[in-house]
């Protein structure tokens, strides 16, 4: 049981170049969310996902894209990257169940030059 | 949207000292979760406490849902225990999160040997 699991660890971007950050999880959770954390900053929510194609947007959408084609995956693409989205960005899951903790992946460091 | 504000920001301590961190909200919440944030930048849950009391070890919190607010309290601090302490609310009816946590700016707690 790996909980959740994001690839790659660090990835170092120049701007304009499009990359899609991995997230996987095995305890067939229901929601998954994709956090950005900027220096000095608490997590900022980007998108979410109540299960298998919905998706939805959260506080801070701009400049990215995701999809939830099976329960298990949720990617996070950034098309056309910004210096702005230099942060470490976080995955998370939780069950479709009342009163359960969020898991957190270890985090994607990601820089934009 | 809803508002999370932690005190104190920062907080340095020697091992063995006892502490207290706050967490205020600015609306009703039915999901509150508190993390840590090791120094490596992995997050942990500690506690999903949208209300009453819990304990788990050394650290144990409380949230008084109808005064919007939450308490961490760590005993015997170690130097283990230093990193980022993050409150976490959801607004959402009922005890299911979505995954959609708004988070607080955290408190970044030192503990020197």
């Known amino acids: 049981n790996a909980g959740v699991t994001q690839t790659p660890k660090f990835q170092v971007l120049k701007t304009g170049q499009s990359m899609t950050l991995q997230c996987a999880q095995d305890?067939?959770?229901?929601?998954m969310s994709w956090y950005r954390q900027d220096p000095g900053m608490g997590l900022r929510l980007i998108h979410y996902?109540?299960?298998?194609?919905?998706?939805d947007q959260g506080e801070v959408p701009n400049g990215y894209n995701v999809s939830r084609s099976t329960t298990e995956d949720f990617p996070l693409r950034l098309l056309s990257a910004a210096p702005s989205q230099t942060s470490v960005y976080f995955c998370?899951?939780?069950?479709?169940?009342?009163?359960?903790?969020?898991?957190f992946g270890d985090g994607t460091r990601l820089s934009i030059l | 949207g809803i508002q999370v504000e932690q005190s104190p920001p920062d907080l340095i301590l020697q091992e063995g000292a006892n502490s207290t961190l706050r967490c205020n909200f600015s609306?009703?919440?039915?999901?509150l979760q508190w993390f840590h944030q090791n120094p490596w930048g992995q997050l942990i849950n500690l506690f999903y406490?949208?209300?009453g009391t819990k304990q788990n070890g050394r650290l144990s919190a409380t949230t008084v849902a109808t005064e919007r607010y939450s308490l961490l309290y760590i005993s015997s601090s170690q130097t283990t225990d230093s990193g980022v302490y993050f409150c976490?609310?959801?607004?959402?009816?009922?005890?299911?999160?979505?995954?959609?946590?708004?988070f607080g700016q955290g408190t970044i707690l030192t503990v020197h040997p």
């Open positions: 406490i949208p209300s």
């Open positions: 609306d009703s919440v039915n999901n």
């Open positions: 996902s109540v299960g298998a194609g919905i998706t």
């Open positions: 998370a899951s939780s069950p479709y169940r009342d009163y359960q903790p969020q898991h």
């Open positions: 305890m067939n959770h229901e929601y």
């Open positions: 976490a609310v959801d607004p959402n009816a009922g005890g299911t999160s979505y995954g959609k946590l708004t």
